[in-house]
């Protein structure tokens, strides 16, 4: 009886402790006791210790994989969201909007139907992952499918948004940013430091740019010692920063960073830059094979655009990056890579890259005779 008792206070412990991000870091996010907290108690996703895909990717490597499907409406986006609205409602907004390639709009959608106000979304038409679509419709978003890609979709958002009284929410606004910053300081917590590299899919390039400035804002206040190098990956059909000009008609089959001229393209470069990491692109069959391997060897199932990180891993072992690399601390690099969103948003991507199911009767000897039992 005494053992139950403790049990449920310990999960009920438990539960209380973790109410979101904001209430989790207040102290470097931009929010009051005036300000009213928008939360789905996002946050606080595993990081977790990758022991098979480490070894097949390169035994000098320790890889963590911080599984951001995990979040409420299963991506990052919900740790920029929860910031994003909570300042909106506090400085009285009706409606907000954004432009997206279909977290984003799942994100906002939902933010803003727990707020209470007016969600608008711009999606490419057709180029939208049809769990991301769902999401954003169920949770009573006004979404427009403009016949343009996410660059158009983008570019009119902004002139809407800068034009009438409408808060705008993709990761140009300065909260998004800032709320996603946490998923640095959640890595560092769970490591006792930075990881020596960070490696992350890169798109519209807002969560590269929070990361590092994570990483840097969490250093500067003393909870870690030191910065990992930023490495970041964009998908080679739409590799804009690593090919050094705005691709026109971007194309990958990971329909997140289908990007062709990323808003803080500038900021991504600076993070790459400043910590000594860079950004490199990824070729669909790469990203599709890291997709897959994540799925078998981990056990964990991602959308095509987060196996962009790992992909990008393997890539640069293939090169010998990490050739003269000296870890920090252990005898292996220790490398975090965001896994940004849940296999689930993009169920088409996982049926077209495996075998279907084989069709038997029903009937026991033929089952067993197919499996070799
Ligand atoms: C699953 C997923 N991964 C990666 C990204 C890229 O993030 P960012 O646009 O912040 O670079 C996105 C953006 O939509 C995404 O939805």
């Known amino acids: 009886m005494i053992e139950t008792v403790n049990h449920m206070r ?6 209380s402790k973790h109410r979101g ?18 939360t789905l108690n996002e946050g606080n996703t595993p990081l977790i210790r990758a022991e098979r895909l480490s070894a097949a990717i390169s035994d000098r490597l320790d890889i963590h994989l911080k599984y951001e499907g995990l979040n409420p409406t299963g991506s990052f986006k919900d740790r920029g969201m929860t910031m994003a609205v909570s300042k909106a409602i506090e400085e009285g907004a009706k409606a907000v909007m954004c432009a997206s390639t279909g977290n984003t709009a799942a994100s906002a959608a939902a933010y803003a139907g727990k707020a209470g106000i007016k969600c608008v979304v711009l999606i490419p038409d057709g180029a939208i992952a049809l769990g991301k679509l769902s999401q954003a419709l ?9 016949a343009g890609n996410f660059d158009d979709a983008f570019e009119l958002v902004v002139s809407i948004t800068d034009n009438y009284p409408i808060t705008f929410v993709n990761s140009l606004n300065p909260y998004r940013i800032e709320g996603q910053t946490t998923g640095a300081f959640e890595i560092c917590d769970s490591l006792g430091d930075a990881p ?17 400035k994570g990483y840097q804002e969490y250093q500067a206040a003393g909870c870690s010692e030191s910065l990992p190098r930023m490495i970041g990956f964009q998908a080679a059909g739409a590799a804009p920063i690593v090919l050094g000009h705005p691709v ?3 194309e990958t089959f990971a329909t997140a960073i289908r990007i062709g001229n990323p808003a803080s393209w500038k900021r991504a470069e600076a993070a790459a830059a400043d910590s000594n990491g860079g950004i490199w692109a990824v070729t669909d069959d790469e990203i599709r094979e890291a ?23 393997r890539k640069l072992v293939a090169e010998g990056y990490f050739d003269s690399v000296k870890p920090r601390q252990g005898d292996r690099i220790r490398i975090s890579c965001t896994l940004t969103g849940h296999g689930l948003k993009d169920p088409n991507a996982a ?18 005779e197919t499996i070799g039992l």
């Open 248 to 250: 026109k008609n971007p």
């Open 291 to 313: 997709y897959k391997m994540l799925a078998s060897l981990e056990g964990i199932f991602v959308e095509p655009a987060s196996a962009a990180s790992v992909a990008g891993v």
């Open 138 to 146: 169920i949770h009573g978003a006004h979404v427009l499918a403009i």
């Open 196 to 212: 020596d590299f960070h490696a992350i899919p890169v798109g519209n390039a807002g969560n590269i740019t929070a990361y590092w």
């Open 351 to 368: 049926i077209a890259s495996v075998e279907e199911p084989t069709k038997l009767p029903a009937d026991e000897s033929t089952i067993l």
């Open 10 to 15: 310990q999960s009920m412990d438990n539960y």
């Open 21 to 38: 991000v904001i209430n989790r870091y207040r102290e470097f996010l931009s929010v009051t006791d005036k300000t009213p907290i928008i």
